[in-house]
């Protein structure tokens, strides 16, 4: 069966659209700025109206304003590899496989390289924040004040969003694939990459809408920190078979001298 070359485009061009999304997540997604009764509420809701000032709050966040999140952008790493890794096998099906066996492994290893460096880069970064960002929050007044002026009042709903729209591109770009050629279902690697994707932005999701709106910012750190680690884990995955393929080129290169 020969692969349906529209239907595979499209669900390149709908991973590369979520990739995209989730690296701008930081710059497009507008950042909340709480009113003084939109703070009032929620040291009230949290019982800390007593020891926390509102108007303190409002001045800290004009000097800092609030900051976006991490999850969104974190899942760039999943689905950049993703992303790549199809775009691999969509070259071995279009192109002879005397050419492309040379090249996949090449590619694939500087792919790995860089996800791995870039996702613990990531990873201590979004550890450092969450740690600052519960020693700043349990720190009653004045940490608890900068927590939420900076980070208390997570854009929940935009982020919301976001993600269902990323959702909605991912569920549409395995239905393309899945009717573009029968190899990609049977390829059980890329089926487990794919759930992993889906997963990582469920985790997100569930962690967004999981606690109360001052706390989001944390609960986000800490779905970046899950989405880190899962991209980590296919970075070294990818990294392995990259040097196996490697090794097997430069064997047969070997056997046919």
């Avoid at 609030?66 to 691999?88: H, N």
Wanted: proline share 4%.
């Amino acid at each position: 069966m020969e692969l349906r070359k529209p239907l595979f485009i499209a669900a390149l061009v709908l991973l590369g659209l979520c990739v995209l999304v989730e690296v701008g997540a930081s710059i497009f997604l507008p950042r909340p700025v709480a009113s003084g009764a939109d703070i009032a509420a929620s040291l009230k809701s949290e019982g800390a109206q007593d020891d926390v000032s509102v108007q303190d709050v409002v001045a800290m966040q004009g000097e800092n304003p609030p900051t976006p999140g991490l999850g969104i952008p974190y899942l760039a790493l999943v689905d950049g590899l993703l992303l790549l890794t199809l775009g691999l096998m969509g070259a071995s099906l279009l192109i002879p496989e005397r050419v492309t066996g040379q090249l996949q492994g090449v590619v694939s290893l500087v792919g790995a390289i860089v996800a791995l460096l870039s996702g613990i880069g990531m990873l201590f970064g979004a550890i450092s924040l969450l740690l600052l960002m519960v020693s700043l929050f349990t720190a009653v007044p004045f940490g608890t004040i900068a927590y939420l002026a900076i980070w208390g009042f997570f854009n929940r709903g935009g982020a919301s969003a976001t993600l269902g729209l990323l959702m909605t591109f991912k569920v549409a770009a395995c239905i393309c694939l899945a009717l573009a050629h029968p190899r990609f279902l049977q390829n059980k690697g890329l089926v487990l990459l794919v759930l992993t994707s889906l997963l990582a932005g469920a985790i997100v999701s569930v962690l967004h809408g999981w606690v109360p709106g001052i706390l989001v910012s944390i609960t986000d750190a800490i779905g970046a920190i899950v989405v880190a680690i899962l991209g980590l884990i296919w970075a070294v995955v990818l990294l392995i078979g990259a040097l196996v393929s490697i090794f097997r080129v430069l064997k047969l290169k070997r056997t046919a001298t």
